[in-house]
C-alpha cells in the first residue's frame, strides 16, 4: 500500500513559470525528504523537513511541512529545464528506519 | 553525505541466470538498503542489508530470490537469482550515514530477455 500520493503525476510547463507538487498522506511522518532523479541517475536528496509548519528554500525552491506532519508540498518559482526530472517524497514513520516513497511527479519544463 | 557506486550500471541477461550488483560506499555507513524501480516510476524496497547478519526482506521479496550480502559497513552486493523478464528493472542500493538522510547509488539497469 503507498502511504505517500503526489500530484500531479505528470506535470509539462514552460520555461518561467510557477509550480507546486503536493505529496499527501493519512499517517504522521517524523521526517520528510524531497528527491529528483534524472534519467540514469539516482535520486539526489533536495531538503528534509522535521518540524511541523516548516519552510526551507533552496533558491527557486520553496518547501513546506504541514502543521500535522502529514504531508508536503514543493514550489517552484520561474522553473528552468534543468528542473526536469522526477520529483519524489518520502518519509520517515515513528521509529521505522525505512523511507517511505511517494508515488512521484514528473515535470518537465521546455524552453 | 556519502557517495555510492554500483557495479555494473547496466547489464542484458538470459532468463534463468543470475546477476550479482555490488554497492561500495566511500565511508562507512549506518544502515544499507536495495531499492527497485521501473523507469519513471517510484521506488519500492527490497530489504535491508544488515551488516554482520542476515537481510531483512519486504514482503513480496525473499532471500531465494534476491539475496544479499553486507560483509562490512561499506559494501553490500545484491543477486537476482534465476531471472525473468520481469525482473527487468533499476535496481538501486543506498545508504544512510547516521542521521535522516539517504543518499543513492546511480542504479543498475537490467534488462532479461
Known sequence: TQLLEQSPQFLSIQEGENLTVYCNSSSVFSSLQWYRQEPGEGPVLLVTVVTGGEVKKLKRLTFQFGDARKDSSLHITAAQPGDTGLYLCAGYTGTASKLTFGTGTRLQVTL | ?113
Open chain 2, 1 to 113: 553525505s556519502a557517495v555510492i557506486s554500483q557495479k555494473p550500471s547496466r547489464d542484458i541477461c538470459q532468463r534463468g541466470t543470475s546477476l550479482t550488483i555490488q554497492c561500495q560506499v566511500d565511508s562507512q555507513v549506518t544502515m544499507m538498503f536495495w531499492y527497485r524501480q521501473q523507469p519513471g516510476q517510484s521506488l519500492t524496497l527490497i530489504a535491508t542489508a544488515n551488516q554482520g547478519s542476515e537481510a531483512t526482506y519486504e514482503s513480496g521479496f525473499v532471500i531465494d530470490k534476491f539475496p544479499i550480502s553486507r560483509p562490512n559497513l561499506t559494501f553490500s552486493t545484491l543477486t537476482v537469482s534465476n531471472m525473468s523478464p520481469e525482473d527487468s528493472s533499476i535496481y538501486l542500493c543506498s545508504a544512510v550515514t547516521g542521521g535522516y538522510e539517504q543518499y543513492f547509488g546511480p542504479g543498475t539497469r537490467l534488462t532479461v530477455t
